[in-house]
């Protein structure tokens, strides 16, 4: 870590120092001498996954300021991004909704839609944030970046939700532009931004230039975070979670609704709690659900931050629905989600979370959850296919009991899961079972990847009398640059000694993150494993993946022992 802090300090000073001219050292493949603005554009996009792109975005900006240059790239991001809103809103218009794929598409564009109004306001507050001078960026570069990932992560799961390979297609050639500018955006933030902000801090005296001791701390920080609960959870909110009902017991914490079947509440469902809670709330919203069995799809829009619902027990409150893309009209797997959380800062406990349809249902999500900072204990997750769907953003899962067969834990975001139970079940006849599928499609410098700690992964009762029949694997990568850990982690002979499986049809494995630790039990067994997964053999090859490395923003800041704001 030391080492890193001293490299990419190193490194702001080359870059930004390139970039502002300082320092006049740039590549230069054409005859005549770069103008001061085109040495800047070169800094700037040198790191870029399309520098092509990035050097054509930034080409008409006359300036050589890097401030101004950063600026106007993410305003190019944002216009592509309103160009793909609006193509989005074209394609729909277009799709007749009497054919056979009609409706899905249909109900698939207009999920597509919303997101892109997600992606339009997340990008809308990175800019609002990152102000004129990136230098003072300081402690808000991590929320930034998380943004910006969700803005990425919004494109490509629209995408990934559109069944009908035609469509698919159309919108994937339809939006290409606003996806290889965001996610140039996410490069220039990792590299240059991030330097700048670091440069920033050397300037004012908060960290010490490469040389000083530093960099111990946060080993040990990162190895010893406080129960394992996410540092972004302030105070009030660790209180809260304590405080919340326990199993039965009257609840110690005043709620602001209560929902109850017997209609001894203020409401009878959960999803007319959840329209109650105020938009864009700076506090909690608490909602109490009182036992019983709630059959509805919940959706939490994104103006309806901070809810924190909790139950009477995951085997007492359940909410319960079946909805899948195979049994369902118009449903993608987006869609099938009995509960849909699109908003920032939720939290649950004590609840269990259920999708019915079965396997025959083939994506059948039981919740998913595309909002940061989500923290949740504590509950039940049932389903089949895709149980728990982790969107984006950053969660934090502790205490709690998920089931499923194939990827049914999967998604595209910054996910912890301790000390939970992992149950594999039977799915259909000949199907093999995969406890996650990650879809980083980014590249390691976003962190999007699942993490499983102190867990046990076992079979359920139907599956166990076969469990070495039925063939079931610690996951499989979804998308190129696919990243899970796997550590201190009971694992049940049920899995196969490969350990994991390919994704069919791809051959992207090589270039995945796969890596087990610590692991006990019977199918912990690495001898046989892929040779494309690893095992770590020391603690430090997978500190990056510890909640308060991988859920930040505990960063290299803290190595300073400085005491610094994390908080927005
Ligand atoms: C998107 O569509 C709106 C409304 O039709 C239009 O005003 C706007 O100029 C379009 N934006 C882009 C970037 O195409
Ligand atoms: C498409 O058709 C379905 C029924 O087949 C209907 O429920 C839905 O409202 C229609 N959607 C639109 C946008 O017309
Ligand atoms: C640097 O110091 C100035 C003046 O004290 C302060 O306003 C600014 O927020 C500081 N910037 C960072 C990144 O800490
Ligand atoms: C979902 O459950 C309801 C009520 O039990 C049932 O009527 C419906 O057919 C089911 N739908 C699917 C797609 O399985």
């Known amino acids: 870590m030391i080492g890193k802090v001293i490299v990419s300090v ?26 001061p603005q085109m040495k800047a554009v070169q800094a700037i996009c040198q790191s870029t996954t399309d520098k092509a792109s990035c050097v054509k975005t930034l080409e008409p900006a006359n300036t050589d300021d890097p401030n101004k240059l950063i600026k106007a790239f993410m305003l190019a991001t944002q216009d592509a991004l309103t160009k793909s809103y609006n193509f989005t809103g074209q394609t729909e218009a277009s799709v007749s909704n009497s054919t056979a794929n009609g409706p899905t598409n249909k109900a698939v564009l207009e999920y597509c839609k919303r997101v892109f109004t997600y992606a339009l306001e997340d990008l809308k507050s990175v800019l609002e944030e990152m102000g004129e001078d990136l230098e003072q960026t300081g402690s808000k570069l991590d929320q930034l970046k998380q943004w910006l990932t969700g803005v990425f992560v919004y494109q490509s799961s629209c995408l990934d939700d559109i069944e009908d390979a035609d469509l698919r297609k159309m919108m994937a050639e339809g939006i290409a532009d606003s996806q290889i500018l ?34 111990r701390r946060l080993l040990e920080e990162a190895e010893t975070a406080e129960g394992g609960i996410p540092t972004w959870m302030s105070g009030a909110d660790r209180k809260l979670l304590a405080k919340a009902g326990r199993g039965g017991a009257a609840p110690r914490i005043r709620p602001t609704y209560v929902v109850a079947k017997d209609g001894s509440g203020q409401f009878k469902t959960v999803g007319q709690a959840v329209n109650a809670c105020p938009n864009k709330n700076p506090g909690r919203c608490i909602i109490y659900i009182k036992a019983g069995v709630y059959r509805e799809q ?61 396997p025959m249902g083939h994506q059948a999500v039981a919740i998913r959850v595309n909002g940061d900072r989500a923290a949740i204990f504590n509950c039940r997750f049932d389903g089949y296919q895709d149980t728990l769907y982790v969107n984006n953003g950053r969660q934090f899962y502790r205490n709690c009991v998920v089931s499923g067969t194939v990827d049914f834990i999967f998604g595209k975001s910054a996910t912890v899961i301790q000390n939970s139970l992992i149950v594999v079940r039977k799915g259909n006849p000949g199907q093999y079972n995969t406890v996650t599928a990650d879809g980083n499609e980014k590249g390691f410098n976003v962190k999007i990847g699942i993490v499983l700690q102190n867990c046990r ?75 494309w997964a690893k095992v770590a053999r020391v603690g430090s090859e997978v500190n990056g993946f510890t909640v308060a490395n991988w859920l930040g923003p505990v960063q290299w800041l803290q190595a300073t022992g400085v005491p610094f704001t994390l908080g927005l």
């Open 298 to 358: 919940v959706i939490i829009p994104k103006s309806k931050n901070n809810i924190f619902m909790f139950g009477d027990g995951a085997r007492k409150t359940i909410i319960t629905y079946n909805r899948s893309v195979k049994l369902s009209p118009a449903t993608t797997t987006s869609l099938s989600g009995t509960v849909q959380v699109e908003s920032e800062g939720f939290m649950a406990k004590y609840i269990g979370f259920k999708n019915t349809a079965g």
């Open 10 to 35: 190193a490194s702001v000073l080359l870059v930004v120092g390139v970039a502002i001219g300082v320092v006049a050292v740039v590549k230069n493949n054409h005859e005549t001498p770069l103008t």
């Open 182 to 215: 965001t996610s140039n955006a996410i490069d220039i933030f990792s590299t240059v931004v991030t330097s700048m902000a670091e440069l920033g801090l050397a300037k004012n005296g908060t960290i010490s230039l490469p040389g000083a001791p530093a960099g």
């Open 457 to 531: 992964i076992v079979p359920d009762r139907k599956l166990s009398p076969e469990r070495l029949k039925v063939a079931s694997y610690l996951g499989r990568p979804w998308k190129k640059f696919s990243t899970t850990i796997v550590m201190n982690t009971e694992i049940g002979d049920l899995i196969r000694p490969e350990g994991w499986m390919i994704w069919e049809g791809e051959s992207f494995h090589k270039s995945c993150k796969y890596i087990e630790y610590n692991n006990r039990g019977p199918g912990a067994n690495t001898a046989r494993r892929v040779n």
